[in-house]
């Protein structure tokens, strides 16, 4: 099963930015489908966002509504990770940030630990 560890959450301003990261084990990627999720506070698991998601064939990449022109998914074979690149971050984006890797084939997902994200007023 591959291995996902997430980095780079923190305290910020709003209208700062946060990257983050999720190294993972994976050393291909065609058999995946990428995301970044978010659980805001109090949420359940069952209700995790995906926010930015790529797929690992073909490299097309989705996100939310909301987070459109803010936010900017890419994964560098080369370092084997997943990042997210995050502009203008409002309060209510505060939430903890997880890297998801859906197998294509059997759509079980991993997910690693999250990293929290808490953005000040």
């Known amino acids: 099963q591959v291995q996902l560890v997430e980095s780079g959450g923190g305290l910020v301003q709003a209208g700062g930015s946060l990257r983050l990261s999720c190294a993972t084990s994976?050393?291909?990627?065609?058999?995946?489908?990428m995301g970044w999720y978010r659980q805001p506070p109090g949420k359940d698991r069952e209700e995790r966002e995906l926010?930015?998601?790529?797929?690992?064939?073909?490299?097309?990449?989705g996100y939310a509504d909301s987070v459109k022109g803010r936010f900017t998914v890419n994964l560098d074979t080369a370092k084997n990770a997943l990042y997210l690149q995050m502009n203008n971050l409002a309060p209510e984006e505060a939430a903890i940030y997880y890297c998801?890797?859906?197998?294509?084939?059997?759509?079980?997902?991993?997910w690693g630990r999250g990293t929290k994200v808490v953005v000040s007023a």
């Open positions: 998801g890797f859906e197998t294509a084939k059997t759509r079980v997902v991993t």
């Open positions: 994976a050393r291909t990627f065609s058999n995946y489908e």
């Open positions: 926010v930015a998601s790529i797929m690992g064939r073909g490299g097309g990449t």
